[in-house]
């Protein structure tokens, strides 16, 4: 006979419930397989954290140092006296009148900067004659890169006072400017 759409579909039987179910083995060891399963994590959680620290303390750190020009050897550490040990004689040199436009100011506001940088190196008077146009050349492109807002905000001095650093110390050798005094400062 033709199934006809409209009738719904006959119903088959339900199985008889009243059978037994079949019978399934116990786990051997539920302990051992929970263990298997959690290892991996385990491992993880463990080791990521020590590996991360391995590769930050000797790999990442001496590149970004050695990048910078930050740390020295220890041969050249122990010649140079530190700048705030006792006996060191500061030397200080003066870069006067620095003048550089404000950048997005289309040449309009300039900033004149004057500065004086300080060293305990015996020879560092005659390193800065030597590189007084490299110097002056590091000391205007940080300066000009900076725009109004960025001159206007509080604490600009000193992360103009740490890019020059940076630039100097790239310029003259590793740690020979201690310090950056920035006597002048004035935006026109």
């Known amino acids: 006979m033709p199934a ?5 579909e006959a119903r088959r039987p339900a199985p008889d419930d009243t059978a037994a179910p079949a019978e399934t083995p116990a786990p051997a060891s539920t302990t051992s397989g929970a263990l298997k399963a959690w290892l991996p994590l385990a491992i993880t959680v463990l080791l990521m954290p020590a590996l991360a620290y391995g590769m930050t303390v000797f790999v990442l750190l001496p590149r970004i140092q050695t990048g910078l020009g930050v740390s020295a050897p220890a041969a050249e550490t122990a010649a140079k006296p530190k700048a ?6 500061k030397i200080t040199v003066a870069i006067n009148k620095l003048l550089v436009n404000v950048a997005g100011t289309m040449g309009s506001r300039y900033l004149l900067v004057s500065m004086s940088v300080v060293s305990t190196d015996p020879a560092f008077q005659q390193k800065m004659t030597e590189n007084d146009a490299a110097m002056r ?14 001159l206007e905000k509080s604490d600009e001095r000193n992360l103009i006072r740490t890019e020059l650093l940076s630039g100097f110390n790239n310029i003259l050798g590793r740690d020979e400017v201690q310090e950056i005094y920035l006597t002048e400062f004035a935006i026109q």
Not at 4 to 8: E, S
Not at 84 to 89: D, E, F, M, R
Not at 137 to 149: E, G, R
């Open 84 to 89: 705030n040990a006792p006996g060191a004689k």
């Open 137 to 150: 050349d590091a000391a205007s492109s940080v300066l000009a890169a900076k725009t109004l807002a960025d």
């Open 4 to 8: 006809n759409p409209q009738q719904p």
